[in-house]
């Protein structure tokens, strides 16, 4: 069968290295699999052999192994690679069983056993009724022992999601449903299960991340940068074999193809263009974000050594899977170079070295200047829900006003008075709280008013320097009034510490201590965010795509104001609910859908007369070299898919949730009243940003006094003296 197309030429810098160990895990893995009956045994009573040994020497996980875990001794090489003939084995089985099928409910019952084969605590007390099950439980049984607490809780985490989200593919091909590009590659992670891979990554360099940093923002970056190269790689790989052969749709060059509308190979090549973003900001983290993280957390020299082993390790992988794909029988290699060099037929000679590395493609993101973009002519957005307004807009309208001034928002350079009451940030409040009570209401647009009025002071104080303690020694401050006791805070000294303060103390004291503190991670997700967002600058970067749309949604405070909304549901529906798959993904795609919707109206504000560079429609062009009514077009695009998103979450993952749960007539029509909530933030968003003056080419005129690219003289300076340090 004809390849439907060519290879695209791969970014790889690392080349991969063989663990001599190989021949003997060959041999190892070989009797293990066929020990616990991964050999010439059915799918089911009648139904076809899912591996002979000879389809099991071909695809050859002993190699991949050894590729991947170049260092590692013979004993753990064997261990690793039996792990990895375990989840091929797996995903064949489930493919044959279930997939083909299309049995969800058998599906489910299969993946819920195979959790009794993975204890927190204690022995194995299940018994295993099939070859997937007793190599769970053999594996496990020998890898354990070597593991701390830890990361045994990280390990059945990733274990669980690869297994439970494989419910997620087999739903799409039972709709013939191809998702979107940001559903594929968030779902992804947890389907291809490079984080499960990640995890054993720890096992095999024999060191493992400090607990203290192993969910900070930087290893989870280098843990999915790793993951998406991985996912991403193979779905090009194996493109002829799942949507050709075996009518799966869960890959991203399809994904591609299906949301651009282009041929196969430009999809293949705007894959492999995502790979090597998604490698790069590996790199980038391990050099820039990894230093800053050891001294905030004060690592000892021995914890720091095992996060950088680690990362070594992760970058192994990458080089060795990729050698692997070149070699497996599993994919479509066909004519592939599997010599260790550079690609045949690339730049050679001197000053060529750049352009092998990737240079070209790197160094566009840090190369933006500010310029003029004129005004952005506005798409037909997507917007099925219909807009409510709350009847109590005017008064509270006047009440927002007068506490804003309390506060010093109109009194510091930042705002003014004409600008403040230009905003109109209750009337954006009104739609999303449209049955509120005067005093929900007055809540909800304060908070609104507090986290924009943050939101244009953290860039004049911190965007334009090299000041890298600075940010972070603002969100340190700023944390400050947000105590859990809602006492024991510092005097405030300036608008957004007043406002904060006042706001927390209202909001939090009526809360439990469990919804507390998970409030101030909502509010602690926004200034963090915000950090990143300061680096960015500092370093004049444009973040690539996926960075960009996961960051963003804490940039925009979306979570802080859902948060509210999911507490006051919490007598009813409990905290796993919202902490399910499902729920995050229904979040997820309305937060999508509104930080989109904010950078297209925000575009020649933020581009031309600010110099900001951490924009989605910005973040497209650069990408994909398009111009700025291309981008607009696509951003407007995935606008749509993730309404769409929203709505098909709705409509039949809430309700089998609900289902799965056992919710009774009082819980569903809760869980009814979240949905509608977030329906109500979509288009209160829509609707705000309509009718704010924040956006409009005559505004930005009259507020920068006619000058664009850079700050006008004068605005924000008595801010920046008020905070500097």
């Known amino acids: 069968m004809a390849q439907p197309f060519e290879l695209p030429e791969f970014y790889m810098v690392h080349p991969a290295r063989l663990n001599p160990n190989l021949e003997g895990a060959r041999v190892h893995t070989r009797k293990w699999a066929r020990d616990f009956d991964m050999i010439d045994t059915p799918a089911f009573a009648g139904g076809e052999i899912i591996w002979s040994e000879a389809k099991l020497e071909a695809m050859d996980y002993a190699l991949l192994c050894a590729y991947t875990h170049p260092e590692c001794s013979g004993e753990i090489l064997d261990l690793i690679t039996d792990w990895y003939v375990w989840v091929f084995f797996f995903d064949d089985h489930f493919l044959e069983l279930y997939k083909k099928p299309k049995d969800i409910k058998g599906a489910k019952k299969y993946l819920d056993g195979l959790r009794e084969f993975m204890p927190l605590h204690g022995a194995i007390t299940a018994e295993p009724t099939n070859p997937v099950e007793a190599g769970l439980k053999d594996l496990w049984e020998r890898t354990i022992p070597m593991m701390t607490q830890e990361w045994k809780v990280r390990f059945i985490e990733s274990t669980l999601n690869l297994l439970v989200e494989c419910m997620w593919e087999i739903i799409n091909i039972d709709e013939g449903r191809v998702a979107n590009p940001i559903d594929y590659i968030e779902m992804r992670r947890k389907v291809g299960g490079a984080p499960w891979s990640a995890n054993l990554v720890e096992v095999a360099v024999g060191a493992e991340v400090p607990d203290s940093v192993a969910r900070t923002r930087p290893m989870r970056v280098l843990r999915d940068t790793f993951a998406d190269g991985v996912h991403l790689r193979n779905d090009v790989f194996s493109y002829q074999r799942e949507v050709e052969e075996e009518g799966e749709n869960a890959n991203m060059v399809l994904v591609l193809e299906t949301a651009l509308g282009c041929t196969t190979q430009e999809a293949a090549e705007a894959t492999n263009d995502l790979i090597s973003s998604r490698m ?197 401050r700023t944390r400050q009034f947000m105590p859990l006791d809602c006492v024991t805070m510092p005097v405030p000294t300036n608008a957004n510490e007043r406002g904060l303060a006042d706001l927390w103390v209202r909001t939090a004291l009526p809360m439990s201590d469990q919804h507390r503190a998970g409030f101030r991670r909502a509010v602690d997700t926004m200034l963090d965010a915000w950090v990143w967002e300061a680096d960015c600058h500092q370093q004049n970067r444009i973040p690539d795509p996926v960075d960009y749309i996961e960051m963003r949604r804490g940039t925009f405070g979306s979570d802080l104001t859902m948060s509210l909304a999911r507490f006051a549901r919490a007598d009813l529906i409990p905290d796993e609910f919202f902490a399910t798959s499902q729920v995050r993904g229904l979040e997820d795609s309305a937060q999508d859908q509104a930080c989109f919707l904010n950078d297209i109206f925000s575009y020649q504000k933020e581009i031309e007369y600010e110099g900001e560079l951490l924009n989605m429609v910005l973040v497209v062009q650069n990408f994909l070299g398009c111009s700025k009514e291309q981008a607009v077009a696509m951003v407007n695009d995935l606008m749509t898919a993730r309404v769409e998103q929203f709505i098909r979450t709705r409509d039949h993952e809430i309700p089998a949730l609900c289902e799965e749960f056992g919710f009774n007539a009082a819980q569903r029509k809760a869980v009814d009243g979240y949905v509608r909530e977030l329906q109500d933030w979509m288009s209160a968003i829509l609707n705000w940003h309509r009718k704010t003056v924040r956006y409009g080419e005559s505004e930005l005129v009259r507020s920068r006094g006619g000058h664009g690219f850079a700050l006008p003289t004068g605005i924000g300076t008595s801010a920046v003296r008020m905070f500097a340090p």
């Open 280 to 476: 790069q900001q590996f790199e980038h983290t391990v050099f820039t974000e990894l230093p800053i993280m050891f001294e905030h957390y004060g690592l000892r020299p021995d914890e720091r050594m095992a996060v950088l082993v680690y990362a070594r390790g992760l970058q192994d992988w990458q080089s060795g899977g990729h050698e692997w794909h070149m070699r497996s029988s599993r994919y479509m290699n066909a004519g592939a170079d599997t010599s260790t060099g550079w690609v045949p037929g690339g730049p050679t000679g001197l000053g060529t070295l750049g352009s092998r590395l990737g240079f070209p493609g790197r160094l566009k993101r840090f190369t933006h200047a500010p310029h003029a973009v004129g005004p952005t002519k506005l798409p037909e957005f997507t917007m099925p829900f219909p807009l409510h307004l709350n009847p109590l807009l005017d008064r509270s309208r006047q009440n927002t006003w007068e506490w804003s001034r309390a506060m010093g928002f109109t009194g510091e350079g930042v705002w003014t008075e004409r600008q403040m009451v230009g905003l109109d940030l209750p009337i954006c409040a009104a739609g999303i709280d449209p049955d509120g009570t005067l005093e929900e209401l007055d809540l909800g647009s304060q908070w609104l008013t507090w986290g924009t009025y943050g939101d244009d002071l953290f860039p004049r104080m911190y965007f334009r320097g090299r000041d890298l303690a600075g940010p972070r020694a603002f969100v340190a």
